[in-house]
């Protein structure tokens, strides 16, 4: 029997089915991976989709799960403990432009707190708090100077007039025989209102006396003790509780660089302070190591000075109050000059620690965004295996900060502090007892 070899020219139709049929596995398969990265995403950020780029507004209320109200409430307790309402407000009104009317009251900054915490900021971490008298919960005491009014015993010159009455009551004068119608006027008042026919008939008798001539009215300041209300800065325990510190969690540095020109007076100020106490009071107890600079037309400190360090509790309390401190008054934005004085910072750093010790390395910059970055400072941030977290306060979008953070955060209703939180005011006589007037309308003045 013949058989017939094969022949090896296959059909034009069932090469173009093996095609297709290949390219679709690999589209199913990539199609199928997305989704599940794009699910497990949005389960991971609670339905809320994460990029390089988020914008938060702090006039939209924000729904938060049970977990992180609690975490929220202990921290804000911390806050009112350490004095951040009035704090923030004397801030504000410190910090304005001459020309503004900015006023944010301490009251409205608790609500400003409670949105920042709740904004879900990248790099605002709320883990680890945990509830009060958990297993392993830690508190750690700090002394901090806060404003108590006390009574002192205060001495002061209280003046006392030595007139002719009063020395002539203690018998300290000297008197004489009055001789001429002119000592009438130095009597007493008693005598005074004689009538004037028995004083000439006295005075001619010699039986009125007046004090010496040389007397004159004296002012004395006699020292006195009186009980005086001051207000004074007294050292005042505040507890910090302190989250379960992960043991396998490696230390972090994060570096704090503050934009402190003057387009950042007023309610920038306030927010950018408010963000840096948020910050380091929800990773009280981790292992990180703050640095911070301010900025303006210089850093401060000086570029030739090491930067402000904070490690224990007490110096990570203190670095915020500096930077609450702050006047917030440069003249210029040195954008570039001070992300390379914080490179140069964290390599120094990184190269006098121990290599295990610290692991990574990250710059939080809290600005306005009004300065651009050249090429090779982009570079540099690349390179420098920093994340760079960018928090934008405005509406101004800065294509070059965007290009090299690791997450860019704008809040462009920043400037609305004063609005975002003011409370609504309430219909006239709304809230009047019964039976009271509402305030009357003011009527227009009368052209002339």
Known sequence: MTVRPQSKIQNPKSKIRNWFATAWDIVWREWLDFLWRLLAALARNNGR?????????????????????????????????LGDWDAFSELGSRTREWDSNFEIRPEETISLARRILELDLPFLDLGGVLPEGAAGERVEVIERLMPTIVEEMTPILCPEVTTVESRWHHGELSYRPADAIADLYRLPLHERALPPALLVELLMKGELYVPGRGHKPEVEFVPREVPLRKTKMVPTPVLCPLPQANSSEPKRIVYFLVDTSQSMRGPLAVLSAA????????????????????????????????PRTARSTQERVELADWIMGESFGGTNTRLMHAV????????????????????????ILISDGRSSLLPYVQEDIRTAGVQLHVVALGTHRNPDLEAVAATYSSIPDAQNLQSAFAPRPAPVGSLLPSGAAAPRPTSPAPSG
């Open 340 to 363: 390379e004085v914080a490179l140069r910072d964290i390599r120094r750093a990184e190269q006098d620690m121990d290599a295990e010790e610290i692991q990574s390395a990250e710059i």
């Open 49 to 81: 989709r994460r990029g390089r780029r988020r914008v938060f507004r702090l006039r939209l209320p924000v729904t938060v799960s049970v977990e992180t109200e609690e975490r929220i409430r202990r921290l804000m307790d911390l806050q009112e403990a």
């Open 275 to 306: 963000i840096v106490r948020a910050v380091i009071l929800a990773n009280l107890g981790r292992p990180r190591v703050y640095f911070a600079r301010t900025f303006g037309a210089e850093t401060d400190p000086a570029a030739d000075q090491p």
